[in-house]
């Protein structure tokens, strides 16, 4: 077990030793009673202020330079400890003096241990314990495996290097003395894969709710407990050898710990979570009762021999997490721990290394090298009996060979226990930057998320079969997209002999926990969480289907991840279902009167990525109000209003074929508006002959009915053009325009230049822009990238 003052003594480095003389007073009286910061305990506050300035600033600096070659912030971190360490400038008896002496470090020591405290906690707040019951075999194997294969190989490895019968008693070399006595503590400590290290990885390199970040997710939680097991279990072994019943009280007292925090402190956190009304925010004095909490774990691991991070870590995997509880405690502990004290953390205990003092001996590397080797080839050998692909599973292999700041702590613990001497534990740490800096550049080339959506299946509305279904991804942020949603699928005339599969996917942001959740409500009734997800949407949708039964189908999902990567679940769901067009909610959000409510830029950022790696055509719906006004038009005796923009290109195209369903709708009267420009110039012909062949097809087969119109106009030239959108903006409640982003036309030339909104093309632009008052949706689609 890790006593207390191993903890406090983690950051204190032997090598910097106080110096007596004072420094002279300047002629600012900046160093008067300077020699007074010989207690630690008098103006101990402006040189905890000086040095955590120091180390920010130092850290922010290297990070600014290493992040152009793709280095995560933890090696620019460790750099940091390095200069103002005893390598660089801790030899200089001056800076000693002046920014780090030896009375202060304790106490900058026991002020990032507070932090890192906070980390344990927080790392057991966002650990989603739920996905044990959920994970499959594959994972579960991958994850033993990753644990017990590089102890016992690097155990074989460690006996083969002390064998050395020449030498013997005091002819032995230091490092052979120190295998023999210190190796298995290297080893256990060189063999762990830590789940927030893995997490923050992941997270890092945008996979973090791709197939295979949610696959080293499951299997670094089942690592991770593992090792917290073991750990557990072989501290108590090493007590037991020296004293039997002190051994026994510990585990006892562990068990009994363990009981309480299940039994009594779970329940009271679900109390506290069900005294919170759905959508408000959990009452501060829970957030506060709950850090007192976790003091206290912390005090009572002390006082009874239990790891000191012990408690706190166990109090975490007890909060709910995810809102409103987990979510309350990572926002506002959150910033302070991982912003501030955990950078402060890392390069203090990186302050004790001396790179000077490293001896690179051939027994150490090896000791080093072995588990992480073993770890990269037996997770891929795991990986590729599971079939998975080659390069997912050296990715696999090398994401759960990881080192961070676990691992760093780890180091720093042993060292205190005299188990590892200075220059071993320098060699570890250089270690952990060398792998924390090159790994993730090796899972970017070897991992493409993108890759699997690089079919060539031709998956659209053109190409949808005509009689057939049309699966569809309707994307929700919240309940004001649904009515808006639903309308543009009832214009869509849903019927039995065409009917429509809506796959409604609720995207929710990922907040409180690690790991992202996919939900689907057809499969899963109940989800292993108490938080119930997407009621709403649940309940609108299955009562459109109702109201059209036979002619619509519905499927509901959740996603819960980062907004940054809700483009990943988008696409996958769109593969899996085969869908032929996803249609996702513009950024904005217009009120009755026409003036822009409000507007996320996060969901701009969403639909960017979507129209980039969609693997089938995409619709962004620009809701003006008028399809919120029914849940279904074919039960209406209301007539709704469409017009089709058609310039030319496969966006339009693919937007008229979409129209062409909503011909057989009888509440809708539908106008094709198609311009073209009298200038003279050099059209694509290809280009030129589909679309004849789509307003031919069109106009042949659809004007017989009374509801639909044809309309060809000429345009001299873009300010004419956009002098007629002015006029039929307000005349329709929907118009459907396709996105045809830099595609050049002589009517849309002088639209390129004051596009604000790239993501919705010339024409979308300017339907939506703020100076255009107007009620009418708008609706830009883009056919499936692929087919172009």
């Known amino acids: 077990m890790v006593a207390q003052n191993q903890l406090l003594n983690m950051a204190e480095d032997r090598v910097l030793v106080c110096v007596r003389d004072p420094p002279k007073v300047n002629s600012l009286g900046f160093f008067s009673s300077y020699h007074k910061l010989r207690d630690p305990f008098v103006y101990s506050l402006p ?10 600033v130092l850290t922010h600096l290297f990070h600014s330079a290493f992040k152009r070659l793709g280095f995560p912030k933890i090696v620019s971190e460790i750099s940091a400890g390095v200069i103002l360490g005893s390598t660089v400038l801790g030899c200089k008896e001056s800076y000693q003096r002046i920014l780090f002496p030896a009375a202060s470090q304790r106490i900058l020591g026991a002020f990032c241990s507070f932090g890192y405290l906070l980390f344990q906690f927080l790392s057991g707040v966002k650990m989603d314990t739920g996905m044990i019951r959920k994970i499959g075999s594959k994972a579960l194997a991958i994850g033993i495996i990753n644990l017990v294969a590089p102890l016992i190989i690097g155990w074989v490895t460690l006996k083969a290097l002390t064998i050395n019968p020449a030498k013997k008693g005091d ?24 789940f927030p290290v893995v997490a923050l990885l992941l997270k890092d390199l945008k996979i973090l709710n791709s197939e295979l970040g949610r696959l080293a997710m499951s299997c670094s939680l089942i690592t991770h407990l593992s090792q917290v097991t073991f750990n557990s279990i072989n501290s108590l072994y090493y007590i037991y050898v020296r004293d039997h019943w002190r051994a026994i009280s510990d585990l006892v007292i562990c068990i009994s710990f363990i009981l309480l925090v299940i039994y009594i402190v779970h329940p009271a956190f679900i109390w506290m979570v069900k005294q919170t009304p759905e959508g408000r925010p959990v009452k501060d004095f829970y957030i506060f009762l709950t850090i007192l909490l976790v003091f206290v774990s912390a005090v009572i691991s002390y006082w009874f021999e239990l790891a000191v991070l012990f408690g706190p870590f166990i109090v975490g995997l007890a909060v709910p997490e995810g809102p409103p509880l987990g979510s309350a405690l990572v926002d506002k502990l959150d910033a302070l721990s991982s912003g501030v004290l955990l950078p402060t953390f890392i390069t203090l205990v990186t302050l004790r290394t001396n790179l000077s003092q490293i001896s690179f001996s051939i027994p150490h590397i090896i000791l080093i090298l072995v588990p992480f080797s073993a770890k990269i080839i037996t997770c891929c050998l795991t990986a590729l009996y599971c079939k998975m692909p080659l390069n997912d599973a050296v990715a696999l292999g090398l994401i759960m060979s990881i080192k961070g700041v676990v691992d760093l702590a780890a180091y720093s613990f042993i060292r205190d226990a005299d188990m590892i001497d200075q ?37 659209s509305i053109m190409h949808s079969k005509i009689g057939g279904k049309l699966p569809v991804i309707a994307c929700i942020h919240s309940s004001d997209n649904i009515m808006a949603i639903i309308g543009i699928l009832d214009a ?40 119930s997800y997407s009621e709403d949407v649940i309940l609108a949708f299955k009562q459109y289907e109702r109201n059209n039964w036979g002619a619509v189908s519905v499927r509901v999902f959740t996603a819960i991840s980062p907004r940054k990567l809700m483009q990943e679940d988008i696409s996958t769901l769109a593969l899996n279902v085969l869908a032929s067009i996803i249609i996702m909610p ?26 980039e790696i969609a693997p089938c055509s995409v619709g962004i719906l620009v809701d003006g109000n008028h399809l919120r006004c029914s849940a279904s038009m074919s039960s209406s005796a209301t007539v709704y209003s469409v017009a089709v923009i058609f310039v030319g290109g496969n966006d339009d195209q693919e937007a008229l074929a979409l129209a062409k369903r909503m011909t057989k709708n009888r ?14 110039g050099s059209p694509n ?33 873009s300010s004419e053009f956009a002098w007629k959108l002015r006029t039929i903006a307000d005349e329709y409640d929907l118009i459907l325009v396709g996105r045809s982003y830099k595609k050049e036309s002589p009517v849309t030339s002088g639209f390129e230049q004051w596009c604000d909104v790239p993501e919705l093309g010339a024409i979308g632009d300017f339907l939506a ?8 949706s708008v609706l830009v689609v883009q056919k499936q990238k692929i087919t172009r």
């Open 423 to 459: 220059s071993t534990f320098s060699l570890l740490v250089v270690a952990t930057a060398i792998i924390a800096a090159f790994v993730p550049s090796m899972v970017q080339l070897l991992y493409d998320p993108k890759r699997k959506y690089a079919g060539y299946q031709k998956r």
């Open 667 to 680: 509440n809708i009267t539908l106008k094709i508006l198609r311009f073209f420009s009298t200038e003279v």
């Open 586 to 611: 513009f950024h904005r959000r217009w009120a009755i009167d026409g003036s822009v409510e409000s507007e996320d830029i996060s969901l701009r950022t969403l639909n960017r990525h979507v129209l």
């Open 171 to 194: 002819d032995a070399t230091p490092s052979h003395k120190l295998l023999l006595q210190n190796g298995m503590g290297i080893l256990v400590a060189h063999s762990m894969t830590a």
């Open 685 to 717: 012909l290809e280009d030129e002959v589909l679309d004849i062949k789509a307003l031919y097809d069109f106009k042949h087969h659809r004007l017989g009915q009374g509801n639909v119109t044809y309309v060809e106009e000429a345009v001299n030239e």
């Open 769 to 776: 822009s703020r100076d255009l008052r107007r009620q009418a």
């Open 492 to 531: 869509s005339t849903p019927s039995v002999e065409n009917p429509i599969i809506v796959n409604a996917l609720h995207l929710i942001e990922l907040r409180g926990r690690a790991s992202p959740i996919f939900i689907s409500h057809e499969v899963q009734k109940k989800t292993h969480s108490r938080v």
């Open 47 to 56: 040189v905890l202020e000086l040095q955590l300035v120091l180390i920010f």
